[in-house]
């Protein structure tokens, strides 16, 4: 499922978490990524094995404090609602 807000979209299935970060004017919205896992064959021995790699948060600015957390909210609820399907 695809959340899209302001100029950014998410696959909330592969959220890890969601943060805020306070700022003296407004502030970020968080959205950490689960780790991305890619097989990867061995050339001598043709074996496979995962890999995970780090995904980078995702930073939104949001203008107000109330915003903000309005926002949280709302992104909060889509989770917990994709989740509980």
Not at 19 to 47: A, C, H, Y
Request: net charge negative; aromatic share 10%.
């Amino acid at each position: 499922m695809i959340i899209r807000n302001g100029g950014v979209a998410i696959d909330i299935s592969q959220l890890r978490a969601i943060k805020t970060e306070f700022l003296s004017q407004g502030g970020n919205l968080i959205f950490e990524l689960n780790n991305l896992v890619i097989p990867i064959e061995d050339p001598d021995t043709r074996e496979q094995s995962q890999h995970s790699f780090p995904n980078e948060a995702v930073e939104v600015y949001i203008e107000t404090s109330d915003s903000l957390r309005a926002y949280f909210d709302e992104c909060v609820d889509l989770w917990k609602e994709y989740k509980t399907r």
